[in-house]
């Protein structure tokens, strides 16, 4: 059966940086668009970046120029870069394979 296993959150000060891991098994990884949403407290889940089996990639506009999405076919891996974190990056991230798969999801929370 398809896994998403999401890794790399934790408690960071603003400003500060993360990196996401998404490691899935199940798919054929290097044919499947990923993504990676968030789901604050009391709010919709949200797009925060997509990447396509190509490598083509895009961004909520929230996001832009902090986070960086990538790939590792030969890992099956997704991975989200964080830097210059905000407090209202805090919320539960999820990798997401195509539309149908998600990941448990791991906390992140920007705080000092």
């Known amino acids: 059966q398809v896994q998403l296993v999401e890794s790399g959150g934790g408690l960071v000060q603003p400003g500060g940086s993360l990196r996401l891991s998404c490691a899935a098994s199940g798919i054929i990884f290097r044919f499947v668009a990923m993504g990676w949403y968030r789901q604050a407290p009391g709010k919709q889940r949200e797009l925060v970046a997509h990447?396509?089996?190509?490598?083509?990639?895009n961004y909520a506009n929230s996001v832009k120029g902090r986070f960086t999405i990538s790939r590792d076919n030969a890992k099956n891996t997704v991975y989200l870069q964080m830097n210059s974190l905000k407090p209202e990056d805090t919320a539960v991230y999820y990798c997401a394979a195509g539309i149908n798969y998600w990941g448990q999801g791991t906390q992140v929370t920007i705080s000092s």
């Open positions: 990447i396509t089996s190509s490598g083509s990639t």
